[in-house]
């Protein structure tokens, strides 16, 4: 074999190793870069379901706050008509 039927074959190889290379190159940065957002993703994903516990718990706060209210509501209104009906059967004056 002389030397000119020797350069083509090993050029060509030499071609194919660079492609190669820079081949898996790229697709190790392109993994490292995958990566970073994954765990940048995880994170914001974590923190999203931190928020939505919090406004769970918020949510639970209102109803009962809800809840109070209305029984204050209806305490109140009992109240009235019973002072209504003292008034009315004492000849009071409540308007005040």
């Known amino acids: 074999m002389n030397m000119k039927e020797m350069i083509i074959p090993v050029a060509t190889v030499l071609f194919a190793a660079g492609a190669a290379f820079t ?8 993994t490292e870069e995958l990566g970073e957002r994954v765990q940048v993703l995880e994170t914001k994903s974590t923190e999203q379901q931190i928020v939505d516990m919090k406004i ?8 009962k ?15 009235a008509i019973q002072t209504a009906a003292i008034c009315a ?8």
């Open 89 to 96: 059967a004492t000849n009071a004056n409540c308007s005040i």
């Open 65 to 79: 706050m809800e809840d109070i209210v209305q029984k204050m509501l209806d305490i109140q209104q009992k109240q």
């Open 23 to 30: 081949s898996f190159d790229s697709a190790a940065q392109e």
């Open 56 to 63: 769970e718990g918020v949510e639970k706060r209102l109803d």
